[in-house]
């Protein structure tokens, strides 16, 4: 079983430039998840999706964030524009069923702003 | 800039011994906890779970126990190997739709 992919796997950018980070979940999981994460930090979830719709996107700077999931599968995060401090590793993850405990994660996306 | 982060906590283990990873975690209403598993340039993989009644809990190589009363989870991983050398988190959730979070990361470092 394939399990969570993402792209890019790196990505360096000027600030005030866009990004986007783009996730495709482990087939058949409706929930999907994008967490933050900092050098030598765990994890910090963004976004949760349930199917299509975002249940809990309370942690999502939402001046410079976004994100979809369209057709409740795939699913982009987007930073518009990008600051110095959003350079991190991006963790996309997914569950069956919304349980939080049963998630598996994808390998992230390292953004680096210069 | 912040450095706090960057000064991850190491234990430094010799192959074949015995590893025993600590985390203290916040929430008393959490009722579900997980160890996870982080190499380099890899998302967090799941190692082993517990519930909060349970206090001990085997899998293969690993045991994580869990004491309520004073918060405290920890891992024991038996004959550590060089595989197991990774950055490792605690997590505690308090159900099915509450967010998982997270502790700070363990650095375990095996020695040859």
């Known amino acids: 079983e394939a399990g969570v992919v993402q792209s890019p796997r790196y990505k360096i950018i000027e600030k005030k430039q866009p990004v986007a980070f783009w996730c495709n979940p482990i087939?058949?999981?409706?929930?999907l998840y994008w967490y933050l994460q900092n050098l030598g930090q765990g994890p910090e979830l963004l976004i949760r999706?349930?199917?299509?719709?975002?249940?809990?996107d309370s942690q999502l700077p939402k001046d410079r964030f976004s994100a979809e999931r369209l057709k409740g599968v795939d699913s982009t995060l987007k930073i518009q524009p990008a600051e110095l401090g959003d350079s991190a590793v991006y963790l996309c993850a997914s569950s069956k069923g919304g349980a939080a405990y049963e998630q598996y994660f994808g390998p992230g996306t390292r953004l680096t702003v210069t | 800039g912040e450095s706090v982060g960057l000064h991850l906590p190491t234990l430094s283990v010799q192959e074949g011994d015995n590893s025993i990873i600590n985390c203290a975690y916040s929430n008393s209403a959490s009722d579900y906890f997980i160890w996870y598993k982080q190499e380099s340039g890899k998302g967090p993989q799941f190692i082993i779970d517990i519930r909060s009644n349970m206090d001990k809990r085997q899998g293969q190589r690993v045991t994580v126990l869990l004491n309520k009363t004073v918060k405290h989870l920890s891992l024991q991983i038996a004959a550590t190997q060089p595989g197991d050398s990774a950055v490792y988190f605690c997590a505690e959730t308090g159900g099915a739709n509450s967010k998982l979070t997270f502790g700070k990361g363990i650095t375990l470092s095996v020695r040859p």
């Open positions: 087939s058949g999981h409706n929930t």
């Open positions: 999706y349930e199917n299509e719709e975002a249940v809990d």
